[in-house]
């Protein structure tokens, strides 16, 4: 008996092992096919921090991920006098930089030529700041230092100390800072990596040298932010593209769970007059694609909806936010998605409310609407990502001025400020990550919901 016990022990731990191994290899698979699908997202994220997205041949490396770099981003920034990770060049500080060339044998080891340039920050409207002050000045450049020499067979290591002072009584955000060396003198290493090795390696460029952590790691997400703005107003024009975009898509998302779960809940439940020739109404429309009624649709809002707002002392609805949100309410596949998920809900716990002298509209708000989380939970990621990253009909409704546009709009205007001749695509991918964030996030915060609701949406009961 005990023998025979032993044995069947063993059958269940093998039975186990085999399960957890069977677990753990589809964890695995699943697992290697996000990578995959997500390798385009990552390699965005990741070339969005770069000074030049577009090098050749593409590469996962950046300086931006060194640890060597913050850690002399940080120095730099606690020199200037402000914290580390948020940097400045406060009055009567200065900035102490150690730079390495490597002179060939023959060349003359004279020291770099140190230029505080006078130089817009970026290609945006920011670049049109006329009455900016340069921080070149305001400070004054020491004598340059040589610290240490290392004679070699190749030849011979120069290392010098760079220091910038600050003798104004202004604060600056930005300390720029260009090297100029002979030819074929190659820079080895310095305290901060340069932004960028120009003129066959004779110029090494920092964009700031106390910039700090934070911006020196999102340099080109701060500048989305920063170099856009309205002319007419004055505001961010970035911030505001999103607050455009989440206003719209918060409103289409209660506007949806309101209608779709009232009328899901009415083609499932209720018994009226040619329900099922309104069901198949419905599905009808879902099959006809939207460049087919594209242009009634603009007529409509144009005319104010058939004139009808004209009637309160309105006009057209082109240009404004009521026009984008009426024309898109609430859609057809959400209501058929709840239509389908109430009718996967048993009928005794509505028969048992009925008895008790419950109504209609307490049955739906007090029993069914609770238990349609799942699919009100999946619904809200799909209507908010399909109104968030919604492009061509905000586009034709929303024209100007640019505070009006959403934020995929607002990304393709980045295409005229960056793109056009200067090809910097930085903040474009920068644009883009911070675009797709929000979408990310909501989909981990309903994701149980988003799973339980799709599956028990083509569930009958």
Known sequence: ????????????????????VNVGAIYLILLLFSIVFMGTFLFGAISSLKDNPSEWPPTLKTEQLSLKNWIGVYTLARQGGAGGFFGELK?????????TYKYPIGIEIVPPQVIIPKRFAGHGAAALDLDKEFVADFVTIKPIEEINRVSNKDGVLVSYKITIVN????DFNELPMD??????????KATLAPNRIERLGMSQSWNSLVKGVIPYIFHNHFRVFNENYSRSTGKRLFTTWIFNSLFISIIKVITTLTFASMAGYALARLKFFRKNYLFVFILFSMMIPGQVTFISNYLVLRDGVFSFTKLFGGGSLLNTFTGLIISGLVGAAAVFIMKQFFEGLPQEMEESARI???STYQIFSKIMLPLAKPALGALTILTFQGAWNEFFWPLVVLTSPMDKFTLTVGLLSFKNTYASGAFDWGPILAGAIISAL??????????RYFVEGVSFSGIKG
């Open 438 to 447: 929000p979408i990310i996030i909501l989909f981990f915060v309903f994701q």
């Open 179 to 188: 090297l100029k060396v002979p030819y074929k003198v190659k820079f080895v």
């Open 1 to 20: 008996m005990k023998i025979q016990q032993n044995y069947n022990s063993d059958i269940n731990l093998k039975i186990k092992r085999r399960r957890w």
């Open 91 to 99: 009055s009567g500080h200065e900035v102490s930089l150690q730079i």
């Open 356 to 358: 008790d002298g419950a």
């Open 167 to 170: 003798i104004s009584q202004k």
